[in-house]
């Protein structure tokens, strides 16, 4: 365990190391203490993913804290291995993409400070049993990742997307330590060990204790209403960041509330019902609103929270399954969670990369400024469509393994004599479907404009993306895309030991029933994969040695190639968003002369965020209204501002003859 810590630590080591040497030699230093790191992270966490069984080290401090542990179980152990491949690439990512910022040494050093302070936190997020150490390192966690997504502090909009960001995540960490006190002062212990003895009991104190800890770690994770921050931290940090912050920080969010679940042991029912509830919410708000989206990083921002609700799905079908005692339901539904956070993690750092490449060389995010990116970034395009069809949970890939799993849960359901599961059941079930054809009708619009046709901007230099920083973290996860999807069973049996954590003792568990059926779902993928290849090689045969001529399309006779005539991202997706308007409600704005034949016009739409709106907007209105009742305080007269210390003191006094 002393080696697990060291490598926690080496992140921080390398972002510190970075400091002193110049700005082109920064990134190969913190990338050299990342490689490092994965030496003593990885080995041990596969171990424990394997093997089962607990490490730990104990660590004695002075009150309050008292004695406390780094435990590194199974649970802890899966979400080490993301936390850890995703420092390494987003490490090996930013070596290319911060050469944005060449001359810029001290921003450049504060980048990789708190890059490596973020990892480190997270890391050691996941490992603390100790509520008071959780919470400094998840404090900690916040605050550096505050400091990255405001990297380029100059721009407005990325200070107010930071300072919104911070506030959200103090928010979270008011509700945390509300529940961590409440739950420690009950058990007379800050270890996590003895919270079980509080939450296990169904009552009304551990129902409010479960829903305190759910909304502190769902403002992380980014369940509806608490995800207002996400979709403005994400498009202002640097893309390495954005990547990190989606696929892996906020799943310290789903940790938290996992490790909860492991706690209380068999939840209350009502309890699941309302998580699975908010989670189906939650994925159908997320691609909705991604859909209305223009800005390339922000529609990524919301896909993330159309997958916290997938993965929340899965952790309600589980905790349903406790609630009922099915184990065959609870463990499909753990299964499908878990398997969707490491899936999320593969094919939105992905997204995210590719959306970086794109930003660095086109230096906009704008999707209706973007076209034909294909040409000039074949690489980047195909792993953005692999990635992008992944996410869609298309056959072939990961994403549709996860899936499969949540939706086979959700088919055994049907089949208890339980009216209210049943509806649960219909629930889950339409709405993953739904949200899985929304998904594909985003990424059809994301790539079909920025990727193909024609395009909309001239450029003064050549778009490239052979950087092999760029090439070599998406490479590597693409092809992660296609081993979990076609060999499903390896990523099954290494998340045994995990999915076995939350089955009680009295739950026969037999893991290896599901041997055939991910055996069955490999054979149909190698059989279907050999068919494609198949007729692709009878194409090329019937080919060989004729002359192929190519044109273009028919265009109903119209000559002119023009990227006026494409699709735009807003016209796409207009027909659907008219019918969702009082979900998704737009903000059209119309520029044009008042003239019979106009020679400019233009038309801007902007969708506004639901819970925004009727929440925030108006909890924010509220409180300046609030703190305007007392302006007259700072009336700017000095006298008045003697007065104020004269009755400070006057007050101290009695407070102290009164305590005599």
Same mark, same amino acid.
């Given at each position: 365990?002393?080696?697990?810590?060291?490598?926690?630590?080496?992140?921080?080591?390398?972002?510190?190391?970075?400091?002193?040497?110049?700005?082109?030699?920064?990134?190969?230093?913190?990338?050299?203490?990342?490689?490092?790191?994965?030496?003593?992270?990885?080995?041990?966490?596969?171990?424990?993913?394997?093997?089962?069984?607990?490490?730990?080290?104990?660590?004695?401090?002075?009150?309050?804290?008292?004695?406390?542990?780094?435990?590194?179980? *199974?649970?802890?152990?899966?979400?080490?291995?993301?936390?850890?491949?995703?420092?390494?690439?987003?490490?090996?990512?930013?070596?290319?993409?911060?050469?944005?910022?060449?001359?810029?040494?001290?921003?450049?050093?504060?980048?990789?400070?708190?890059? %490596?302070?973020?990892?480190?936190?997270?890391?050691?997020?996941?490992?603390?049993?100790?509520?008071? =150490?959780?919470?400094?390192?998840?404090?900690?966690?916040?605050?550096?990742?505050?400091?990255?997504?405001?990297?380029?502090?100059?721009?407005?909009?990325?200070?107010?997307?930071?300072?919104?960001?911070?506030?959200?995540?103090?928010?979270?960490?008011?509700?945390?330590?509300?529940?961590?006190?409440?739950?420690?002062?009950?058990?007379?212990?800050?270890?996590?060990?003895?919270?079980?003895?509080?939450?296990?009991?169904?009552?009304?104190?551990? +129902?409010? =204790?479960?829903?305190?800890?759910?909304?502190?770690?769902?403002?992380?994770?980014?369940?509806?209403?608490?995800?207002?921050?996400?979709?403005?931290?994400? *498009?202002?940090? *640097?893309?390495?960041?954005?990547?990190?912050?989606?696929?892996?920080?906020?799943?310290?969010?789903?940790?938290?509330?996992?490790?909860? +679940?492991?706690?209380?042991?068999?939840?209350?029912?009502?309890?699941?019902?309302?998580?699975?509830?908010?989670?189906?919410?939650?994925?159908?708000?997320?691609?909705?609103?991604?859909? /209305?989206?223009?800005?390339?990083?922000?529609?990524?921002?919301?896909?993330?929270?159309?997958?916290?609700?997938? +993965?929340?799905?899965?952790?309600?079908?589980?905790?349903?399954?406790?609630?009922?005692?099915?184990?065959?339901?609870?463990?499909?539904?753990?299964?499908?969670?878990?398997?969707?956070?490491? @899936?999320?993690?593969?094919?939105?750092?992905?997204?995210?990369?590719?959306?970086?490449?794109?930003?660095?060389?086109?230096?906009?995010?704008?999707?209706?400024?973007?076209?034909?990116?294909?040409?000039?970034? *074949?690489?980047?395009?195909?792993?953005?469509?692999?990635?992008?069809? /992944?996410?869609?949970?298309?056959?072939?890939?990961?994403?549709?393994?996860?899936?499969?799993?949540?939706?086979?849960?959700?088919?055994?359901?049907?089949?208890?004599?339980?009216?209210?599961?049943?509806?649960?059941?219909?629930?889950?079930?339409?709405?993953?479907?739904? +949200?899985?054809?929304?998904?594909?009708?985003?990424?059809?619009?994301?790539?079909?404009?920025?990727?193909?046709?024609?395009?909309?901007?001239?450029?003064?230099?050549?778009?490239?993306?052979?950087?092999?920083?760029?090439?070599?973290?998406?490479?590597?996860?693409? /092809?992660?895309?296609?081993?979990?999807?076609?060999?499903?069973?390896?990523?099954? =049996?290494?998340?045994?030991?995990?999915?076995?954590?939350?089955?009680?003792?009295?739950?026969?568990?037999?893991?290896?029933?599901?041997?055939?059926?991910? @055996?069955?779902?490999?054979?149909?993928?190698?059989?279907?994969? %050999?068919?494609?290849?198949?007729?692709? =090689?009878?194409?090329?045969?019937?080919?060989?040695?004729?002359?192929?001529?190519?044109?273009?399309?028919?265009?109903?006779?119209?000559?002119?190639?023009?990227?006026?005539?494409?699709?735009?991202?807003?016209?796409?997706?207009?027909?659907?968003?008219?019918?969702?308007?009082?979900?998704?409600?737009?903000?059209?704005?119309?520029?044009?002369?008042?003239?019979?034949?106009?020679?400019?016009?233009?038309?801007?739409?902007?969708?506004?965020?639901?819970?925004?709106?009727?929440?925030?907007?108006?909890?924010?209105?509220?409180? @300046?209204?609030?703190?305007?009742?007392?302006?007259?305080?700072?009336?700017?007269?000095?006298?008045?501002?003697?007065?104020?210390?004269?009755?400070?003191?006057?007050?101290?006094?009695?407070?102290?003859?009164?305590?005599?």
């Amino acid at each position: 365990m002393n080696s697990f810590l060291l490598g926690t630590i080496l992140f921080s080591i390398g972002g510190i190391a970075s400091i002193f040497f110049n700005e082109k030699i920064k990134p190969f230093i913190f990338l050299i203490f990342a490689v490092l790191a994965q030496f003593f992270l990885l080995p041990q966490s596969f171990g424990v993913l394997t093997n089962g069984g607990m490490i730990q080290l104990q660590l004695n401090f002075s009150e309050p804290i008292g004695s406390a542990f780094i435990r590194l179980d *199974p649970l802890s152990a899966f979400f080490v291995s993301i936390i850890s491949l995703g420092g390494i690439l987003a490490s090996i990512y930013s070596v290319g993409y911060m050469k944005m910022y060449k001359g810029e040494s001290a921003a450049l050093s504060s980048y990789y400070f708190f890059l %490596g302070l973020m990892i480190s936190a997270m890391l050691l997020v996941v490992t603390f049993q100790n509520a008071i =150490l959780f919470l400094i390192a998840w404090e900690i966690m916040s605050i550096a990742s505050f400091f990255l997504v405001t990297f380029e502090n100059e721009k407005e909009e990325v200070r107010k997307a930071g300072i919104y960001y911070f506030i959200a995540m103090q928010i979270g960490a008011a509700f945390l330590i509300a529940a961590f006190s409440w739950t420690s002062a009950l058990s007379g212990s800050l270890d996590f060990a003895s919270f079980g003895a509080v939450l296990t009991h169904s009552n009304s104190t551990s +129902i409010l =204790l479960f829903v305190l800890f759910f909304i502190g770690f769902g403002t992380k994770a980014g369940f509806v209403p608490m995800h207002t921050w996400l979709p403005l931290a994400h *498009p202002a940090a *640097p893309t390495g960041v954005s990547a990190l912050m989606s696929g892996v920080m906020i799943k310290t969010g789903i940790y938290g509330i996992l490790r909860i +679940i492991l706690i209380v042991g068999v939840p209350d029912y009502r309890l699941a019902y309302g998580v699975l509830l908010l989670s189906v919410i939650t994925g159908i708000f997320g691609v909705l609103n991604a859909i /209305a989206q223009h800005d390339l990083k922000k529609l990524l921002a919301y896909h993330s929270i159309e997958n916290i609700g997938i +993965i929340g799905m899965g952790i309600g079908l589980g905790m349903l399954g406790l609630v009922y005692n099915l184990n065959a339901i609870a463990m499909l539904g753990f299964l499908g969670a878990l398997l969707h956070v490491f @899936n999320h993690f593969v094919f939105k750092s992905i997204l995210f990369y590719g959306a970086g490449v794109v930003y660095s060389q086109t230096h906009t995010r704008n999707i209706d400024k973007l076209g034909g990116l294909i040409k000039s970034m *074949p690489s980047t395009a195909i792993m953005f469509l692999v990635a992008s069809l /992944a996410i869609c949970g298309m056959p072939l890939l990961n994403g549709f393994i996860s899936e499969f799993a949540i939706y086979l849960g959700i088919a055994k359901s049907f089949s208890v004599n339980n009216l209210a599961l049943n509806i649960a059941a219909l629930l889950g079930i339409s709405g993953l479907a739904f +949200i899985g054809t929304m998904a594909l009708l985003c990424f059809t619009k994301v790539f079909g404009i920025c990727f193909l046709g024609s395009p909309r901007k001239e450029f003064n230099h050549v778009l490239t993306d052979k950087d092999f920083s760029f090439q070599l973290p998406m490479s590597f996860l693409t /092809a992660l895309i296609f081993v979990i999807g076609l060999f499903p069973l390896y990523a099954v =049996l290494l998340l045994s030991k995990v999915i076995s954590q939350f089955l009680p003792s009295n739950f026969i568990f037999d893991f290896y029933n599901l041997i055939p059926l991910f @055996n069955t779902l490999t054979y149909a993928f190698i059989v279907l994969a %050999g068919l494609m290849g198949f007729f692709w =090689l009878i194409r090329s045969l019937l080919l060989r040695g004729r002359q192929v001529k190519e044109f273009k399309t028919w265009d109903c006779g119209y000559q002119v190639t023009s990227s006026r005539i494409q699709y735009t991202s807003g016209s796409f997706a207009q027909p659907f968003l008219h019918l969702v308007r009082e979900l998704v409600p737009q903000k059209i704005k119309i520029v044009k002369e008042w003239a019979l034949f106009p020679k400019e016009a233009h038309m801007e739409s902007h969708s506004q965020d639901f819970s925004d709106r009727l929440l925030i907007q108006p909890a924010i209105n509220f409180l @300046n209204k609030f703190m305007n009742m007392f302006s007259w305080i700072q009336s700017g007269k000095m006298q008045q501002y003697i007065i104020y210390g004269l009755l400070f003191l006057l007050f101290l006094l009695i407070w102290i003859f009164g305590a005599s």
